[in-house]
């Protein structure tokens, strides 16, 4: 790539540039400030800001019933995540290998997966398996689908990290005397998580917001459990506010565990 070529994709922008997105940005904040009052006003024209429907957070049930909610999301968060980035490497090794009679079952898995949503895997779950004999607690007929759904993508990400190291780094391990599967343990994919960290993270996040879908199968996550509260107490807006800065939690707590985990040395 020239020079110029260089200075015309990646330098700095000049000030007629500069001034032009200055002023896009402010445009944009603005629509979305207008946007932003027009919900308001119209909950608050519906009177969703109204402090009978504020009430009940302050009785400790409340917020027991939201734990509980919370505890069975991430309950099922956490094991979903495990099922994925498991059997997603499995899957990954799959692809990679040699033998065609292990890479073309994991291609079919992984492009199988990818392209049936969560939602229909738990339906299978719920609906189908039973009438064959295979019956699950709730819990696994959320947890199951949504970790196997996750898994295909985390095998793509796994292996676009393991393609991104460098071959000189695999060639001076074999020259060293390593053989693959050490090469691979000790090299390639130490080296690999460093590069896929934010994408796995996104992943993680995915799957704490996939447990929504317990409503099917009837699941106590939080979301199930926010609205007995709002068929209970007739306060939408409230509480959906609630349920909201608590997955906002969760998933800050994922991003922080993430740059913890990204500035770690292998």
Request: aromatic residues 12%.
């Amino acid at each position: 790539m020239s020079r110029a070529l260089e200075d015309v994709l990646y330098g700095d922008l000049g000030p007629r540039a500069q001034a032009v997105t200055r002023a896009a940005s402010v445009a944009v904040a603005a629509m979305l400030l207008v946007l932003l009052a027009g919900v308001v006003y119209g909950f608050h024209a519906a009177g969703q800001f109204e402090g009978r429907l504020w009430e009940f957070f302050a009785w400790k049930t409340t917020w027991s019933f939201l734990a509980q909610g919370l505890l069975g999301t991430l309950k099922s968060a956490a094991a979903a995540a495990v099922i994925a980035l498991v059997f997603g490497l499995v899957l990954m090794l799959g692809r990679l290998s040699r033998l065609r009679l292990v890479r073309w079952p994991a291609v079919a898995f992984i492009e199988f997966l990818r392209g049936v949503p969560a939602l229909l895997l738990i339906y299978v779950c719920f609906l189908v398996l039973p009438s064959v004999g295979i019956r699950m607690s709730a819990y696994w007929m959320l947890t199951l689908p949504v970790g196997l759904s996750t898994a295909a993508v985390v095998a793509e990400v796994y292996r676009a990290g393991v393609l991104a190291v460098p071959r000189g780094q695999t060639d001076a391990a074999r020259a060293l005397g390593f053989n693959e599967a050490r090469v691979f343990a000790h090299v390639v994919f130490p080296q690999a998580l460093r590069y896929i960290v934010p994408a796995l993270v996104a992943q993680l996040v995915i799957v704490a917001k996939d447990t929504t879908f317990g409503y099917v199968v009837t699941y106590g996550e939080l979301m199930q459990n926010a609205k007995v509260l709002i068929a209970n107490y007739r306060s939408l807006v409230p509480v959906y506010l609630a349920v909201a800065v608590l997955y906002c939690c969760v998933n800050y707590a994922i991003s922080r565990a993430s740059q913890r985990l990204g500035r770690r040395k292998y």
